[in-house]
């Protein structure tokens, strides 16, 4: 299927300064595209998630917006330590954040379930010692 949009944003390994940016951006550039109600919510919420889940638990990656005729779709891609146990990482209030995240106000172990919660579609592919993908589909009115 044809991209209307291919935005792609780095995201450092705890660089909580700049945490939210490629969220915000992704947010701006659907409002732009039209996109709105109930959809853009729900990109803005998981995309915030999975931002802040590269800052906190990856060595670094990249997170990509694509817009198609019928869906937005985000692409995390990380390099990092992999998820050991996808099914429990998925749990409501599980988290491995560690003690500088958890000062901030971050890792209280909503970010799996939240982006589950507000895409249409989602997928979890981690490796351990290699890292994690996580593709996200959010269906567009038609």
């Known amino acids: 299927m044809e991209e209307l949009i291919r935005k792609s944003y ?5 660089d909580y300064v700049s945490a939210g940016h490629a969220s915000a951006d992704i947010k701006r550039t659907l409002k732009q595209l039209g996109v709105g109600g109930d959809v853009l919510r729900r990109v803005a919420v998981a995309s915030y998630e999975v931002e802040l889940n590269l800052v906190i638990h990856s060595l670094g990656g990249e997170l990509t917006l694509r817009v198609l ?5 985000l692409i995390s891609a990380d390099c990092g330590p992999g998820i050991p146990d996808i099914s429990m ?7 491995t954040a560690n003690d500088e995240a958890r000062s901030l106000g971050f890792g209280a172990g909503m970010g ?7 895409a249409d579609t989602f997928d979890i592919q981690s490796t351990v010692g290699v890292g994690t993908t996580i593709t996200m589909g959010f269906a567009l009115p038609s």
Do not use: I, T, W, Y
Request: net charge neutral.
């Open 10 to 14: 780095p995201v450092a390994q705890a």
């Open 69 to 73: 005729p019928d869906q937005v779709e």
């Open 89 to 95: 990482a998925m749990r409501e209030g599980f988290s």
């Open 112 to 118: 799996l379930p939240n982006m589950k919660r507000n």
